[in-house]
Nanobody
Framework: QVQLVESGGGLVQAGGSLRLSCAPS????????MGWFRQAPGKEREFVAA????????IYGDSVKGRFTISRDNAKNTVYLQMNSLKPEDTAVYYC????????????????WGQGTQVTVST
């Protein structure tokens, strides 16, 4: 079992930046692909970004390409989501996920999920 704890959410004005962090509870973190998803009220969960366990290959959802960057520091057991040029439509609960089968935009491919952190972007 892997527990994931997200942090870094909050309230920011449109055009601003936030950095989310996710720290898994076990040292096997480096063997997991990591992903970020988000869910806004009344909407389905949406893929944001993912990064492979090795080589750091990244993939992004179309709505965040060029604005968000996912990265990982295996020495610190942490994955990050740097969010720049935030828009009101980025408002959602952001979830960190860990998967053993590789980076994927599909939520079903992930085995463990965090509780989520709220990001609110005001106009």
């Amino acid at each position: 079992q892997v527990q994931l704890v997200e942090s870094g959410g909050g309230l920011v004005q449109a055009g601003g930046s936030l950095r989310l962090s996710c720290a898994p509870s076990r040292s096997a973190f480096s063997s997991y692909a990591m992903g970020w998803f988000r869910q806004a009220p009344g909407k389905e969960r949406e893929f944001v970004a993912a990064i492979t366990s090795n080589f750091g290959i990244t993939i992004y959802g179309d709505s965040v390409k060029g604005r968000f960057t996912i990265s990982r520091d295996n020495a610190k057991n942490t994955v990050y989501l740097q969010m720049n040029s935030l828009k009101p439509e980025d408002t959602a609960v952001y979830y960190c996920a860990a998967g053993r089968t590789g980076a994927s935009p599909y939520a079903v491919r992930y085995d463990f999920w965090g509780q989520g952190t709220q990001v609110t972007v005001s106009t």
